[in-house]
């Protein structure tokens, strides 16, 4: 079970609790990352952030989420393709998580108070929350994004001060790394999203996961859906031990011969 804490949350929830992936979540993750969350979130006695409830989290705590699922499955390491702006080369650049994260902290700007117990803040009379992935997906215009957040009160002529609140109290991990190239010493912006790069990782692995569920089919057995329904981890050991019982009797064959 991954935990994790959020920041402000959502309607005074502070934890979200993430059960292991298993291969059916896997094949799923082409449905989008709040579907992928609301599928890996248990709600129990202790009050973690029930099912069903991602697309309102604020983004910065979906993101969160995304983050903490990713070092579980991948690590910290984060690759990525990348082209020279300077002389076009390609090159492959490599960074952690954690220095995303650490370049992504909320920060209060003066002026601003809160979170509340409800996660809200207050900007002079007017009190707001940070937008969710519901409310990018239905705002057309930067106002109705604003608008959509605000609980009490009215934004007036702060709207730019609302909107720079926001920006550093939830920040996304939609980032520009630097990238320096090797050949030429250009540094070019390369765009690092968590979300898509999850999802990518995850698709990149789709072989690998099917081959992972012939392989125990074949040894014990075993149907499709109960292979897909084993936690990732204990289905990669099995594997593992799949793997290592065929071992010796390929080096015994290739004595022989």
Do not use: K
Not at 89 to 105: H, I, K, N, Q, Y
Not at 110 to 138: H, I, N
Not at 223 to 234: D, V, Y
């Amino acid at each position: 079970m991954l935990h994790v804490l959020l920041d402000p949350g959502l309607d005074g929830i502070r934890t979200a609790r993430l059960r292991t992936m298993s291969g059916a979540d896997e094949l799923a993750a082409d449905e989008g990352t709040v579907a992928l969350i609301d599928r890996l979130l248990v709600a129990d006695a202790a009050g973690g952030l029930p099912p069903g409830s991602a697309a309102r989290l604020p983004v910065a705590d979906r993101d969160r989420l995304l983050a903490a699922l990713y070092r579980e499955l991948f690590g910290e390491d984060i690759e990525a393709d990348a082209i020279c702006s300077g002389c076009a080369t390609p090159f492959e650049l490599r960074f952690a998580m954690a220095a995303v994260l650490d370049g992504r902290s909320a920060r209060r700007p003066d002026g601003v108070e809160g979170p509340d117990r409800l996660g809200r803040y207050r900007l002079g009379e007017c009190v707001w929350r940070l937008p969710s992935t519901a409310d990018l997906a239905a705002a057309s215009t930067q106002h109705d994004l604003l608008a959509a957040c605000i609980v009490d009160g009215i934004v007036q002529s702060r709207e730019d001060e609302l909107e720079q609140a926001m920006a550093a109290l939830g920040p996304p991990l939609d980032v520009d790394i630097d990238a320096l190239c090797p050949r030429c010493g250009t540094t070019s912006p390369v765009r690092f999203e968590i979300g898509a790069y999850l999802l990518r990782c995850i698709a990149n692995e789709r072989r690998c996961l099917l081959a992972e569920a012939h392989r125990l089919a074949r040894a014990y057995g075993w149907s499709c859906t109960e292979i897909m329904t084993l936690p990732r981890p204990e289905r990669q050991a099995f594997v593992r031990l799949i793997n290592a019982e065929a071992a010796p009797a390929r080096r015994h064959l290739s004595l022989v011969g």
